[in-house]
């Protein structure tokens, strides 16, 4: 560039030396003067520890050997401290304050109180933003219920998203969708039925076989302010954009302290077909990798067309995984397509029993159903949850106040062992500390550590079924009271 200026006679090469030397100065000042305002603080935040213990009239001495001065004058010595040194020092000082003079109460007090201060200013810097704190976060939205009449007609679960979807893109004209067969077919599944041809291919559009760009789109399309709903056409597939996903769309908010939302949906569906592709939950990978984005797991369609009317209201992303078996089974058609929301990290209390808390989300709660029925018939009174969201999760502990009662909960999907199960069985134990009202262990219930095998058969033998949740929770009875409920194999 430098030849072409001077050979086009812009500029002679003198004086773009000059340029260039001015242009080097500039920014060897604004370097320097951008390390110093972020280093002085760290340094106001150590000389104030430091202060604290050289005012001590106490030497703390072990054994003959003052190691708070050691560790304070180690502390001294860094020309350029970061936090850690700070608060390593901080935290090892505490630990050898002297026992045996008067002094140490206070020096104890001055040095727990450096640190809580010193805490709440980096948790602050440090570990907020993560979702969206506004007043247009999706957690605002209140909760509206679907309304039914006594003759409202049932019809198959995808003609509840489709009607819901008509609603919403009449109700929000920077609402777009896109993804694999979901414009001119209107979906794998049929839930967008006629929508392109009334909508416009620029609002619903088909897309190439690349979910990694999809994504991107959805991304792009919600920092401009569209409100974007990325079709991945099934659950499986959703790992090709996890990089981005994980990376990008989940740090957003995080990385610019709020400064930058992108409410980007992900629409997907999984769960419960019959062989190795379609068909898998790896709900723990990816409740692990996105943190930051919201995750709903709805047990039918009514309840995905819910999370969508709350999502579109609030400004967060967020991962809806419709049940895949789901889109033909019938259920009542709401009254106010279009209105009803569902709140997320609320539970819901399907069966409510006394003897043990069954805790399931997504396609499992058919299969729970069952089980809650079977269990009936030996005098087993089950309460079943459905979680609803896995992020957020129970924000109220439903699930705390319904063990407090039960004294016994299962934990039951069908991810792979330690998965989702495990992440549940953590939020609800050490969270919601219920740990102390368990008069059982805890168990869970969860797939075989593969996919599932293909045909009925091997769903039947990969994925907990039916008889797997009742004998589960029967042993469980069975070890409390073995006279009520004997072993039956």
Not at 101 to 112: G, P
Not at 118 to 140: H, I, W
Not at 284 to 304: H, K, W
Request: with cysteine; glycine share 6%.
């Amino acid at each position: 560039m430098r030849e072409w200026i001077i050979s086009e006679k812009i500029a002679k090469s003198a004086e773009l030396d000059k340029i260039e030397e001015e242009i080097l100065s500039e920014v060897k000042a604004a370097k320097k003067n951008a390390w110093k305002k972020f280093k002085e603080p760290v340094r106001i935040e150590r000389d104030k520890l430091i202060e604290i213990i050289d005012n001590r009239s106490c030497m703390c001495k072990h054994e003959g050997y003052d190691k708070v001065g050691t560790i304070t004058n180690d502390l001294k010595k860094i020309i350029d401290p970061v936090r850690k040194d700070n608060f390593s020092a901080a935290k090892k000082i505490l630990r050898h304050v002297c026992t045996d003079c008067n002094i140490r109460v206070k020096l104890q007090k001055d040095l727990s109180s450096w640190l809580d201060i010193n805490y709440d200013d980096n948790y602050e810097r440090y570990n907020t933003n993560l979702y969206n704190e506004s007043k247009k976060s999706a957690l605002n939205v209140s909760e509206v219920k679907p309304k039914f009449k006594p003759d409202s007609p049932e019809v198959a679960g995808r003609e509840i998203l489709r009607d819901n979807y008509d609603y919403l893109f009449n109700k929000y004209p920077k609402l777009v969708t896109f993804g694999e067969d979901a414009g001119y077919i209107g979906g794998v599944n049929q839930s967008y039925e006629g929508l392109q041809k009334k909508y416009g291919e620029l609002r619903i559009t088909d897309t190439g076989i690349r979910e990694q760009t999809i994504l991107g789109q959805g991304i792009g399309l919600a920092l401009r302010g569209l409100r974007p709903i990325a079709e991945i056409q099934y659950f499986d597939y959703l790992l090709y954009a996890l990089q981005a996903l994980s990376d990008d769309l989940a740090t957003t908010h995080y990385r610019t302290a709020g400064g930058q939302v992108a409410p980007v949906i992900i629409s997907t569906r999984g769960h419960r077909l019959e062989g190795i592709w379609h068909s898998g939950s790896p709900l723990s990978m990816v409740i692990n990798s996105i943190r930051g984005v919201y995750v709903c797991v709805p047990r039918n369609m009514t309840q995905a067309a819910g999370f969508y009317n709350t999502l579109l209201e609030g400004e967060d992303p967020a991962l809806v995984i419709e049940p895949l078996n789901g889109y033909r089974l019938r259920e009542k058609r709401p009254e106010n397509i279009g209105e009803f929301k569902v709140p997320l990290g609320m539970p819901e209390i399907l069966n409510e029993g006394t003897d043990v808390t069954l805790v399931t989300y997504g396609s499992c709660v058919r299969i729970a159903q069952d089980a809650v029925e079977q269990l009936k018939e030996f005098d087993i009174s089950v309460e079943l949850i459905d979680v609803q969201t896995l992020l957020p999760f129970d924000r109220k502990h439903m699930i705390a106040q319904s063990i407090k009662k039960t004294n016994r909960v299962v934990f039951f999907d069908e991810d792979v062992p330690g998965g989702a199960t495990a992440f549940m069985m953590q939020k609800v134990l050490e969270d919601q500390s219920t740990y102390y009202h368990l008069d059982s262990e805890p168990r869970t219930i969860t797939a075989k550590e593969h996919r599932p095998a293909y045909t009925t058969d091997g769903d039947y033998f990969s994925n907990p079924n039916a008889e797997d949740v009742f004998e589960a929770i029967y042993s469980m009875l069975n070890e409390a009271d073995p006279k009520k409920y004997p072993e039956l194999y």
